[in-house]
């Protein structure tokens, strides 16, 4: 099991830029891959983007294709989510989970953080 921490959130400008990290802790992400995830009020929680540990590739949801990029520090144990030319539509609370990579199973989530995009 994966202890996962969300931080960097916050109140940001319509096309401004933030970046959110994730701390893992408790086993090695070895064979591992990290997601992120996110929760808008009254709507269904939604995949952002999710990364391999073993080999860094990467797949993100349309939505955020060409703003967002997800990165991973093997030696910190952390995944990153830069977010650039925000919308208020990317308001949400985003979520770090962590799944096996064999199979897409989200089995560990972080509280969260929260980004608020407005004027």
């Known amino acids: 099991q994966v202890q996962l921490v969300e931080s960097g959130g916050g109140l940001v400008q319509p096309g401004g830029s933030l970046r959110l990290s994730c701390a893992a802790s408790g086993r090695s992400l070895s064979s591992h891959v990290m997601g992120w995830f996110r929760q808008a009020p009254g709507k269904e929680r939604e995949f952002v983007a999710r990364i391999s540990w073993n080999d860094g590739s990467t797949y993100y949801a349309d939505s955020v294709k060409g703003r967002f990029t997800i990165s991973r520090d093997n030696a910190k144990n952390t995944v990153d989510l830069q977010m650039n030319s925000l919308k208020p539509e990317d308001t949400a609370l985003y979520i770090c989970?962590?799944?096996?990579?064999?199979?897409?199973?989200?089995?560990?989530w972080g509280q969260g953080t929260q980004v608020t995009v407005s004027s």
């Open positions: 989970a962590c799944s096996m990579n064999r199979i897409i199973r989200w089995y560990a």
